[in-house]
């Protein structure tokens, strides 16, 4: 919200500064963001009066001026022909700044010294065009005096930040009512007095509001006769200090009364209107409407619209419509002042996209009881800047009225809870300078109904914030706290959630955090199948974008787009992972389920660039490998590796299932091409996803060690001749199912395909160590078990032993 410090003194007489108006305005609940001095360090920018105009002797499009300050007469070179001898114009002195950061200099131009700047509007900062310098009233202020001053110009900005419950102070009147009941003042109310015609105007327009639940209030003046033109100076000035760009007479009237009393108003040229009528009603599902900005929209019917008796002509609470704007010819006008449902008017500007200074006041709530001193005060404007006829009357459609709720509030409740000791007429005190209404009630309460503009005023702990408040924060006095300190230890599904995190970081991995949303259509970019349930997703009621609409079912694609980000970025070697919690729907229960997953990608250079560094891609392996060490550190027993294609966004032959005994724990391979292409990913990238819950359930929290044996140890190599699609995990699960305790570790130490070996066969090389725990095993005995474990690798596995 922004204000000005001249305007609200217009409403209460205060005697603060603006530094002590800001502290006032912060300690009040009403945070100042920002303050700005318009016309700060612009007091070198002076009034002045050209003595003497002449022709410049080197440069015929320049001319030679003599300029009194006030205090001396200066030389100054213009290049303007748009004054004369005698004209009182804006000198800007030397060591003056201007807007853009120019500053002006004693120079000499084309031989001749001049000593300043005369000014245009542009050039100061005040209109964004001007035909040449800026000519002053001969009167307007003595010489020398500072221009901003002379304008009525200087003045202080504050950008105030709001809570969204406090609707109330988005206007000049709502910021003064505060101050006004701080400071014990009264506020000034602008005049709406309005004179009017003898037409009545019922005879003239008609309203019919069909949706008062959407509309409990619409209320319409009606103006004939007016001549649409700019806005005086005094209008255009006050709502460019806001940041509002005129636009005409009558339209900068309702923008003015808008940030003034804080009720949204529209004006509708009447002769546009089909029927002369206001018909309040929902959209029909699909129903199409151009709005100001030229931009086509399409309704649903959640969205409340103004109609004349053929069309919409306003999205109401929104913005208007093009069918129905003011234009330069326009002569009459139907001004609208009204109150429409909060959550109405959101949904619609959030769908849209649509945010509006009428839309972001409505979605808080407005005063209802303050339409019609809007209305009234904008029609006595626009009268009086038109040139208009007013109707007589106005059309006031409120069917439901009601009178505000009292609330029983107790003075030695709010003492108790805010910590002081105020007397109870102080107490009720505060509350009427809020211009709320107190009336004695049973048991020493008191009722108080809050005036219609405090919406937020609810509740007996509402208006007990507000003593507090209007007493002053700063009086309450400070007490320590008495708690209970509770060390918490960590649970073990955090232990190994933390360990996990370590794990992977001394892998080389770094740790990524993507938001919770992801796009509906993310599933689909997997591959997933049709009745996975991974593409169950819940979708957001009020997502900011579509494409975080919709929780997500997985990690993987937020760590892809994560990965193709990165990619873009020429980050190209990349090991990442995610562990966060995913939401998967249940079938009958409102709440998801959120189990902990862990995700990890790599792609690009196994060690990095560098000249002792062998340049080589990442591979399936080293994704298998990191998970490897992971379940071994984690203790988890009997993991295997199941090749098959676990995953449809998996590449077929490049990935596998992981199990620990018959429980599917995860998955790890290559990305699918069709999956890369989805995600814009150009090199090959492998990637891992574990069920992060099933690992806490399988991992052993208890180490087992086993001392070393103290006698030798012996080596067999044997040499078979197998099938190529004979998986190494069968032949090294072949030897172990011999159960002898003396077997300590089987390795395939070579591979070999080629000549000598037969079309779709390889050579495996493999080496068994044995040695006993209790005494030295002899060659008699290592010979019997070696022999046992090679006939169960021919008989078994149907291979030869070379």
Same mark, same amino acid.
């Given at each position: 919200?922004?204000?000005?410090?001249?305007?609200?003194?217009?409403?209460?007489?205060?005697?603060?500064?603006?530094?002590?108006?800001?502290?006032?305005?912060t300690?009040?609940?009403?945070? %100042?963001?920002?303050?700005?001095?318009?016309?700060?360090?612009?007091d070198?920018?002076?009034?002045?009066?050209?003595?003497?105009?002449?022709?410049?002797?080197?440069a015929?499009?320049?001319? &030679?001026?003599?300029?009194?300050?006030?205090?001396?007469?200066?030389?100054?070179?213009?290049?303007?022909?748009?004054?004369?001898?005698?004209?009182?114009v804006? $000198?800007?002195?030397?060591?003056?700044?201007?807007?853009?950061?120019?500053? /002006?200099?004693?120079?000499? +131009?084309?031989?001749?010294e001049?000593?300043g700047?005369?000014?245009?509007?542009?050039?100061?900062g005040?209109?964004?065009?001007?035909?040449?310098?800026?000519?002053?009233?001969?009167?307007?202020?003595?010489?020398?005096?500072?221009?901003?001053?002379?304008?009525?110009?200087k003045?202080?900005?504050?950008?105030?930040?709001?809570?969204?419950?406090?609707?109330?102070?988005? #206007?000049?009147?709502?910021?003064?009512?505060?101050?006004?009941?701080?400071?014990? &003042?009264?506020?000034?109310?602008?005049?709406?007095? !309005?004179?009017?015609?003898?037409?009545?105007?019922?005879?003239?327009?008609?309203?019919?509001?069909?949706?008062?639940?959407?509309?409990?209030?619409?209320?319409?003046?009606?103006?004939s006769?007016?001549?649409?033109?700019?806005?005086?100076?005094?209008?255009?000035?006050?709502?460019?200090?806001?940041?509002?760009?005129?636009?005409?007479? !009558?339209?900068?009237?309702?923008?003015?009364?808008?940030?003034?009393?804080?009720?949204?108003?529209?004006?509708?040229?009447?002769?546009?209107?089909?029927?002369?009528?206001?018909?309040?009603?929902?959209?029909?599902?699909?129903?199409?409407?151009?709005?100001?900005?030229?931009?086509?929209?399409? $309704?649903?019917?959640?969205?409340?619209? +103004?109609?004349?008796?053929?069309?919409?002509?306003?999205?109401?609470?929104?913005?208007?419509?093009?069918? #129905?704007?003011?234009?330069?010819?326009?002569?009459? /006008?139907?001004?609208?002042?009204?109150?429409?449902?909060?959550?109405?008017?959101?949904?619609?500007?959030?769908?849209?996209?649509?945010?509006?200074?009428?839309?972001?006041?409505?979605? =808080?709530?407005?005063?209802?009881?303050?339409?019609?001193?809007?209305?009234?005060?904008?029609?006595?404007?626009?009268?009086?800047?038109?040139?208009?006829?007013?109707?007589?009357?106005?059309?006031?459609?409120?069917?439901?009225?009601?009178?505000?709720?009292?609330?029983?509030?107790?003075?030695?409740?709010?003492?108790?809870? +805010?910590?002081?000791?105020?007397?109870?007429?102080?107490?009720?005190?505060?509350?009427?300078?809020?211009?709320?209404?107190?009336?004695d009630?049973?048991d020493?309460?008191?009722?108080?109904?809050?005036?219609?503009?405090?919406?937020?005023?609810?509740?007996?702990?509402?208006? /007990?914030?507000e003593?507090?408040?209007?007493?002053?924060?700063?009086?309450?006095?400070?007490?320590?706290?008495?708690?209970? !300190?509770?060390?918490? =230890?960590?649970?073990?599904?955090?232990?190994l959630?933390? =360990?996990?995190?370590?794990?992977? !970081?001394?892998?080389?991995?770094?740790?990524?955090?993507?938001?919770?949303?992801?796009?509906?259509?993310?599933?689909?970019?997997?591959?997933?199948?049709?009745?996975?349930?991974?593409?169950?997703?819940?979708?957001?009621?009020n997502?900011?974008?579509?494409?975080?609409?919709?929780?997500?079912?997985?990690?993987?694609?937020?760590?892809?787009?994560?990965?193709?980000?990165?990619?873009?970025?020429? #980050?190209?070697?990349?090991?990442?992972?995610?562990?966060?919690?995913?939401?998967?729907?249940?079938?009958?229960?409102?709440?998801?389920?959120?189990?902990?997953?862990?995700?990890?990608?790599?792609?690009?250079?196994?060690?990095?660039?560098?000249?002792?560094r062998?340049?080589?891609?990442?591979?399936?392996?080293?994704?298998?490998?990191?998970?490897?060490?992971?379940?071994?550190?984690?203790? +988890?027993?009997?993991?295997?590796?199941?090749?098959?294609?676990?995953?449809?966004?998996?590449?077929?032959?490049?990935?596998?299932?992981?199990?620990?005994?018959?429980?599917?724990?995860?998955? %790890?391979?290559?990305?699918?091409?069709?999956?890369?292409?989805?995600?814009?990913?150009?090199?090959?990238?492998?990637?891992?996803?574990?069920?992060?819950?099933?690992?806490?359930? $399988?991992?052993?929290?208890?180490?087992?060690?086993?001392?070393?044996?103290?006698?030798?140890?012996?080596?067999?190599?044997?040499?078979?001749?197998?099938?190529?699609?004979?998986?190494?995990?069968?032949?090294?699960?072949?030897?172990?199912?011999?159960?002898?305790?003396?077997?300590?570790?089987?390795?395939?130490?070579?591979?070999?395909?080629?000549?000598?070996?037969?079309?779709?066969?390889? #050579?495996?090389?493999?080496?068994? =160590?044995?040695?006993s725990?209790?005494?030295?095993?002899?060659?008699?005995?290592?010979?019997?078990?070696?022999?046992?474990?090679?006939?169960?690798?021919?008989?078994?596995?149907?291979?030869?032993?070379?």
């Amino acid at each position: 919200m922004k204000i000005t410090y001249n305007w609200l003194k217009e409403f209460v007489d205060f005697e603060h500064s603006p530094d002590q108006l800001a502290e006032l305005l912060t300690m009040l609940g009403l945070e %100042v963001e920002a303050m700005e001095n318009l016309g700060g360090g612009m007091d070198d920018v002076i009034v002045a009066l050209v003595e003497e105009k002449r022709q410049h002797p080197n440069a015929d499009k320049l001319s &030679l001026c003599r300029v009194n300050n006030g205090t001396e007469v200066l030389d100054v070179v213009c290049g303007a022909q748009n004054f004369k001898q005698g004209d009182t114009v804006v $000198l800007a002195s030397i060591g003056a700044t201007l807007p853009g950061d120019f500053k /002006i200099k004693r120079s000499k +131009i084309r031989g001749e010294e001049s000593c300043g700047m005369l000014c245009s509007e542009r050039e100061l900062g005040l209109s964004e065009e001007s035909a040449g310098i800026m000519v002053l009233p001969a009167d307007i202020a003595p010489l020398g005096t500072p221009l901003f001053s002379a304008l009525g110009l200087k003045d202080t900005l504050f950008e105030i930040g709001l809570t969204p419950n406090r609707a109330d102070c988005l #206007s000049v009147l709502g910021i003064a009512r505060e101050v006004a009941a701080k400071l014990g &003042l009264q506020v000034k109310y602008p005049s709406s007095a !309005v004179a009017e015609s003898d037409v009545r105007v019922e005879s003239v327009i008609s309203v019919n509001v069909e949706d008062a639940e959407f509309c409990p209030r619409y209320a319409a003046r009606h103006i004939s006769g007016c001549t649409i033109a700019p806005s005086p100076e005094w209008l255009v000035k006050r709502l460019k200090a806001i940041g509002i760009r005129s636009i005409n007479n !009558v339209v900068d009237v309702t923008n003015l009364v808008m940030m003034e009393l804080g009720q949204p108003l529209h004006a509708f040229d009447c002769e546009r209107l089909a029927g002369k009528k206001i018909v309040v009603r929902r959209a029909g599902e699909g129903e199409q409407f151009t709005t100001l900005d030229d931009q086509q929209r399409v $309704l649903t019917s959640a969205d409340l619209v +103004i109609c004349d008796a053929e069309r919409p002509v306003a999205l109401a609470g929104v913005m208007g419509g093009l069918n #129905s704007e003011i234009e330069d010819t326009t002569t009459a /006008i139907l001004l609208e002042s009204a109150c429409f449902k909060p959550a109405a008017v959101r949904k619609t500007s959030k769908r849209l996209g649509l945010h509006t200074e009428s839309s972001h006041r409505f979605e =808080r709530g407005i005063d209802i009881g303050g339409v019609i001193r809007a209305l009234d005060r904008a029609a006595a404007l626009i009268v009086e800047l038109s040139g208009g006829s007013m109707a007589q009357g106005r059309l006031d459609v409120y069917p439901g009225k009601t009178e505000p709720t009292a609330i029983q509030f107790r003075p030695e409740r709010a003492n108790s809870l +805010i910590g002081i000791e105020l007397q109870r007429e102080g107490i009720l005190d505060i509350l009427e300078r809020l211009e709320c209404r107190v009336s004695d009630g049973p048991d020493g309460a008191v009722a108080v109904t809050p005036p219609s503009y405090r919406i937020d005023l609810e509740r007996e702990i509402d208006l /007990i914030e507000e003593v507090a408040r209007l007493n002053g924060f700063d009086r309450i006095p400070s007490t320590m706290p008495i708690a209970r !300190v509770i060390s918490d =230890r960590p649970s073990r599904h955090q232990q190994l959630e933390k =360990r996990v995190r370590e794990i992977l !970081v001394n892998h080389g991995m770094n740790e990524v955090i993507n938001f919770s949303f992801t796009a509906p259509d993310a599933a689909g970019k997997l591959m997933l199948a049709q009745d996975d349930p991974r593409r169950a997703s819940i979708k957001l009621a009020n997502p900011l974008v579509d494409e975080q609409s919709a929780m997500r079912t997985s990690l993987l694609p937020g760590l892809l787009e994560t990965v193709a980000r990165n990619i873009n970025f020429r #980050s190209l070697d990349l090991k990442l992972f995610e562990m966060r919690r995913v939401y998967l729907p249940v079938a009958g229960d409102i709440m998801p389920r959120e189990p902990v997953f862990v995700v990890g990608a790599l792609t690009g250079s196994r060690d990095g660039e560098g000249w002792s560094r062998v340049n080589e891609p990442v591979d399936f392996y080293d994704a298998k490998g990191i998970i490897e060490n992971l379940l071994g550190l984690l203790n +988890i027993a009997g993991v295997s590796w199941v090749p098959d294609t676990p995953e449809p966004y998996l590449h077929p032959g490049k990935s596998c299932s992981i199990f620990a005994g018959r429980e599917r724990i995860g998955s %790890v391979g290559e990305l699918h091409p069709t999956v890369q292409e989805n995600f814009g990913l150009e090199k090959s990238l492998y990637c891992f996803e574990l069920d992060f819950e099933k690992l806490v359930k $399988l991992s052993r929290s208890k180490l087992e060690i086993t001392a070393p044996s103290r006698f030798p140890d012996s080596t067999r190599d044997i040499a078979i001749l197998a099938p190529d699609q004979l998986e190494f995990e069968k032949i090294i699960g072949c030897v172990n199912s011999v159960k002898a305790k003396e077997i300590e570790n089987v390795t395939i130490f070579d591979v070999y395909r080629g000549k000598g070996i037969p079309e779709g066969h390889k #050579s495996i090389a493999i080496r068994v =160590r044995y040695r006993s725990y209790d005494r030295t095993l002899t060659d008699d005995e290592i010979s019997i078990l070696h022999k046992k474990v090679t006939d169960g690798l021919v008989n078994r596995l149907k291979v030869t032993l070379r």
